[in-house]
């Protein structure tokens, strides 16, 4: 049975990412337990360690070490780790 994914209102504004005048932000991080969002910017991932599930404007993608997306501020999406 399919879980569903329950969407929330969170759209995250560049001001907490980005630093005055920056228009790039490149960091290392874990994924983690972040509810489904959108972005008022443009958001670029590689998946460098594990497997994980994206839920991309409501379809499931399997990611691996490798894969990578590019979205726009009119997309939203949840990435679920997947543990072994």
């Avoid at 879980?3 to 929330?8: A, G, L, M, R």
């Avoid at 995250?12 to 920056?22: A, I, M, V």
């Avoid at 994980?52 to 780790?81: F, Q, R, S, W």
Wanted: proline share 5%; hydrophobic share 35%.
């Amino acid at each position: 049975m399919k879980k569903s994914i329950e969407f929330t209102e969170i759209r995250l504004q560049p001001e907490r990412y980005f630093k005055e005048g920056q228009h790039i932000s490149v960091r290392n991080r874990a994924v983690g337990n972040f509810p489904m969002h959108w972005h008022n910017y443009f958001e670029m991932e590689i998946l460098s360690e594990g497997e994980a599930v994206h839920n991309l404007n409501g379809k499931e993608y399997k990611m691996e070490v490798g894969c990578g997306y590019i979205l726009t501020p009119a997309d939203y999406h949840i990435i679920i780790p997947q543990y072994r």
